[in-house]
Each structure stands twice: as structure tokens, then as C-alpha cells.
């Protein structure tokens, strides 16, 4: 079978798709990827066939934080990425039996595969973006919204709203291609792009669905995680072995928030701890030449994790994972989407702290590494890891071959 996994979003949402592509192949199936070109050569060095869509997404880190696109400036936007995935989904999916649309921003892949009559499937990375009477809807910050009040809104009323939202945003692009492609409109754009029975590709231990089993249709495969066997780089191996543990913190493909540098440096110092500091697509780099501290550039978290006292991260899906699997405590300090949702996670778990809302300073930060650094939570973050799965990608992989 021959299978095209699409994704519009950073590393978040491309290296789990990345991660079932390559479990596919190894099964003996075809798979490609139709994601942003800013990870077409990393896919191609694991040998999967990549197609890249829209424009590079790696300069977004360094905008300003808290910019709110005007109406005109997202309904241009909203109309080039939908054009753009028609176009690339269509030509990328010649040939395939079966298109996944991975994370809420694949607006096309539904449609598509409508199109050439095959099957879809969509997963999403987060329990907090499917709809259930038991969680909010995740707020999107950079469009201007607000949380409501804990408690003051039904939940279904919050994604009723959600559902109207979808609609005036995507509704007009996402049928205006439909139209040009022989196919009727869509009422509902979420329902139509998650479906009545979408995937969760989250570790059911650290994200679990939160329906009681089999009275719902979401089918949780475990997270899509990448083995990696990459060595750490010689400085860093150098850096780990001249003392105790350090901390680390990176934010990823994230804006990092404003002066985070010098407060996770001077907190470290604080702490009497050294520092790993990544510098991730917003280019973080460190103050001084102290030899306390260590920039990087992009790393093995699987290797590295285990050997740092703790992880500073903006918790997305991956990085959260990837901590959790490690043993390692962390503290989250969220930014957007389902970010708020994994800090709560870790906080429920045990595992590290939830940094509260807003720019860390040198107090808060200090506050929710000691808690994390605390020996009871490090047992437990042990303990957690262990339960933490590995196999969700060969799970997802299995699922797909049996829909033949």
C-alpha cells in the first residue's frame, strides 16, 4: 500500500508523521510526507519521500510575540495555505490508497482524498483538540482569544462556539476549492477534517483520551515517537562528563519569551546548577562565555534527556513526551495551543511544574525548578517512565495496513 501523511505545523506536527512514515516502510509499505519545506532534508536523510508545501516556517519564532493578524491579514493567509495544500496534497497523493491528515492546520487532505475516492484518516497529537464534555477547547492566543473563566461555560457550549469559529475562519477557502474540484460544500469544517472517528497519536499515560472506553469512537495508537540513535556531539559529551547534571532548556520551533536567556541562566546559577541552553528556531544564545553553561543546536533529546537534572520547555507534544519517556522532572512554561494542556499533565502527574501563565522571572522560574528538582518528583518521574509507550507509530502503522 502506498500511503501520504500531511501536515502543516513545525516539528511538533512533522516529526510524528516523519515517524509513521518510516514505520511504514519498514512494515514494506510506500509512504511520503507532504509537510512545510523546512524539514525536507532531515525526512529525505531517513529516506522518506517528501513533498513541501507553503513557505518555510522557521522566521515565525522570531516574530514578535502577541502580534494579532489583522481579519485581512488572516483571510490572505488562511486562503494561501488552503491553495497551497490542495495544490500539494493532490499532486503528492497520486497513486495512494490512503491519505492521514496529521494536526488540525491539514485542511486539505480530507477533501483530497474525497477526490481521488480513497480512505482518510485523521490523527491529532493532544486530547485537548478533539471535542469532549470533558475538556475545553484549546484557546488560540495569537488570534486574539481569551480563556473563558474556569467554570463559567458549559464545555459543549465552548465547542459549539469552537465548531462556529472553524467555520467563519476556513469555510470560505475550504469550499471554494471543493467547488473547484467537482465536490460539495462542507457545513461543519471541523467535523469534516477530524471526522466521526479521528485518531490520537498520545501516550495514553501522559495524555490520556478522558472518555471511558468504548463509549466514544477516538482510537489512541500511543504518541508517533522516532527512535533516534544519533551520538551527542563531542563538546556536549565533554560539557555532561565534567559534573553533576545540568539543566536544559529549549523551546523548540517556538518564540521563546521575552529575556528568557538571562532568567533560565541566572536561575541555574541560583540553583548552583550548569546549563545546557538550545537554541532552537529562535536563535537563543548565551550572555557570557562562563564555562557553566553550553549553547546547542538541534540534539538527540532521547540521549541527552536522560542525563540532565532537569528540562525548562515550552510543552509541546514531542519535548513533554520525550521528558516524560526520559525519567527526567521538567517544568513547562506554555505559550500557546495545547502547550497549557501538557504543563497541566505534568503538574497532575507529578513529574515537574506547571510554570504559571506568562514570562517566567528569575522568582517563578526559581519556584517551579526547585519543586521540580524535588527528590520525591524525581522518583516519580521514574516511575511514570516506565509506563510511558514506545510503539504507538508501529501501532498507528499496523492500523493503516489493515485498512486494505
Same mark, same amino acid.
Given at each position: 500500500?502506498r500511503?501520504?501523511?500531511?501536515?502543516?505545523g513545525?516539528r511538533g506536527?512533522?516529526?510524528?508523521?516523519?515517524?509513521l512514515?518510516?514505520?511504514?516502510?519498514?512494515m514494506?509499505q510506500?509512504?511520503?510526507v507532504?509537510a512545510p519545506?523546512?524539514?525536507?532534508?532531515?525526512?529525505?536523510?531517513?529516506?522518506?519521500a517528501?513533498?513541501?508545501?507553503?513557505?518555510e516556517l522557521?522566521?515565525t519564532a522570531?516574530?514578535r510575540?502577541g502580534a494579532?493578524?489583522?481579519?485581512?491579514?488572516?483571510?490572505r493567509m488562511?486562503e494561501?495555505?488552503?491553495?497551497?495544500?490542495?495544490?500539494?496534497?493532490r499532486?503528492?497523493?497520486?497513486g495512494?490508497d490512503?491519505i492521514?491528515g496529521?494536526?488540525?492546520?491539514?485542511v486539505?487532505?480530507h477533501s483530497v482524498?474525497?477526490?481521488?475516492?480513497?480512505?482518510?484518516?485523521?490523527?491529532?497529537?493532544?486530547?485537548?483538540?478533539l471535542?469532549?464534555?470533558?475538556?475545553?477547547?484549546?484557546v488560540?492566543?495569537?488570534l486574539?482569544?481569551?480563556p473563558?473563566?474556569?467554570?463559567?461555560v458549559?464545555n459543549?457550549?465552548?465547542?459549539?462556539?469552537d465548531?462556529?469559529r472553524?467555520n467563519?475562519m476556513?469555510g470560505t !477557502?475550504?469550499?471554494?476549492q471543493? &467547488? #473547484? /474540484?467537482?465536490?460539495? %460544500?462542507?457545513e461543519? @469544517?471541523?467535523s469534516?477534517?477530524?471526522?466521526?472517528?479521528?485518531w490520537?497519536?498520545?501516550?495514553p499515560?501522559?495524555?490520556?483520551?478522558?472518555?471511558?472506553?468504548g463509549?466514544?469512537?477516538?482510537?489512541?495508537?500511543?504518541?508517533?515517537?522516532?527512535?533516534?540513535?544519533r551520538?551527542?556531539?563531542?563538546?556536549?559529551?565533554?560539557?555532561l562528563e565534567?559534573?553533576?547534571?545540568?539543566l536544559y532548556?529549549g523551546?523548540?520551533s517556538?518564540?521563546?519569551?521575552?529575556?528568557?536567556?538571562?532568567t533560565?541562566?541566572?536561575?541555574a546559577?541560583?540553583?548552583g546548577?550548569r546549563?545546557v541552553?538550545s537554541?532552537g528556531?529562535?536563535?537563543?544564545?548565551?550572555l557570557?562565555d562562563?564555562?557553566?553553561?553550553?549553547s546547542?543546536?538541534?540534539?538527540?533529546?532521547?540521549a541527552?534527556?536522560?542525563?540532565?537534572?532537569?528540562v525548562?520547555?515550552h510543552?509541546g !507534544?514531542g519535548?513533554?513526551?520525550? &521528558? #516524560? /519517556?526520559?525519567?527526567? %522532572?521538567q517544568?513547562? @512554561?506554555p505559550?500557546?495551543?495545547?502547550?497549557f494542556?501538557?504543563?497541566?499533565?505534568?503538574e497532575q502527574?507529578?513529574?515537574?511544574s506547571?510554570?504559571p501563565?506568562g514570562e517566567?522571572?528569575p522568582?517563578?522560574?526559581l519556584t517551579a525548578?526547585?519543586?521540580?528538582?524535588?527528590?520525591?518528583v524525581?522518583?516519580?518521574?521514574?516511575t511514570?517512565?516506565g509506563e510511558?509507550?514506545?510503539?504507538?507509530a508501529s501501532?498507528?502503522?499496523r492500523?493503516?495496513?489493515?485498512?486494505q
Amino acid at each position: 500500500m502506498r500511503f501520504l501523511l500531511s501536515t502543516i505545523g513545525s516539528r511538533g506536527e512533522v516529526q510524528p508523521v516523519v515517524a509513521l512514515a518510516v514505520r511504514l516502510k519498514a512494515m514494506g509499505q510506500d509512504a511520503v510526507v507532504c509537510a512545510p519545506p523546512d524539514f525536507r532534508g532531515w525526512a529525505e536523510s531517513l529516506g522518506i519521500a517528501y513533498v513541501p508545501v507553503g513557505p518555510e516556517l522557521r522566521g515565525t519564532a522570531k516574530q514578535r510575540a502577541g502580534a494579532i493578524p489583522t481579519p485581512e491579514q488572516r483571510r490572505r493567509m488562511i486562503e494561501g495555505t488552503v491553495t497551497a495544500q490542495f495544490e500539494a496534497v493532490r499532486a503528492a497523493s497520486q497513486g495512494c490508497d490512503v491519505i492521514v491528515g496529521g494536526g488540525a492546520l491539514a485542511v486539505a487532505a480530507h477533501s483530497v482524498a474525497e477526490q481521488r475516492g480513497i480512505g482518510y484518516v485523521y490523527a491529532a497529537f493532544a486530547p485537548i483538540t478533539l471535542p469532549s464534555a470533558h475538556h475545553a477547547p484549546p484557546v488560540f492566543r495569537m488570534l486574539g482569544q481569551t480563556p473563558a473563566q474556569e467554570g463559567t461555560v458549559d464545555n459543549r457550549t465552548l465547542w459549539a462556539e469552537d465548531a462556529d469559529r472553524w467555520n467563519a475562519m476556513w469555510g470560505t !477557502a475550504l469550499n471554494g476549492q471543493r &467547488a #473547484a /474540484a467537482g465536490l460539495p %460544500p462542507v457545513e461543519d @469544517v471541523r467535523s469534516h477534517i477530524f471526522t466521526d472517528s479521528p485518531w490520537l497519536a498520545a501516550d495514553p499515560t501522559l495524555a490520556p483520551w478522558p472518555e471511558a472506553s468504548g463509549q466514544d469512537t477516538v482510537h489512541q495508537t500511543g504518541a508517533w515517537v522516532l527512535p533516534d540513535d544519533r551520538p551527542l556531539s563531542a563538546d556536549l559529551e565533554a560539557f555532561l562528563e565534567a559534573g553533576e547534571p545540568p539543566l536544559y532548556c529549549g523551546f523548540g520551533s517556538m518564540r521563546a519569551p521575552e529575556g528568557v536567556t538571562g532568567t533560565v541562566i541566572a536561575t541555574a546559577r541560583a540553583l548552583g546548577r550548569r546549563l545546557v541552553l538550545s537554541s532552537g528556531w529562535a536563535d537563543l544564545s548565551l550572555l557570557d562565555d562562563e564555562p557553566d553553561c553550553l549553547s546547542i543546536g538541534e540534539v538527540n533529546q532521547q540521549a541527552l534527556f536522560p542525563r540532565v537534572a532537569a528540562v525548562v520547555h515550552h510543552g509541546g !507534544a514531542g519535548t513533554t513526551t520525550a &521528558a #516524560a /519517556a526520559s525519567g527526567t %522532572p521538567q517544568v513547562v @512554561v506554555p505559550q500557546m495551543f495545547d502547550q497549557f494542556y501538557f504543563a497541566r499533565r505534568v503538574e497532575q502527574l507529578g513529574i515537574g511544574s506547571a510554570h504559571p501563565a506568562g514570562e517566567p522571572t528569575p522568582d517563578s522560574l526559581l519556584t517551579a525548578l526547585r519543586h521540580a528538582l524535588d527528590s520525591e518528583v524525581a522518583d516519580t518521574a521514574r516511575t511514570v517512565a516506565g509506563e510511558v509507550r514506545t510503539d504507538g507509530a508501529s501501532t498507528a502503522a499496523r492500523r493503516l495496513i489493515g485498512m486494505q
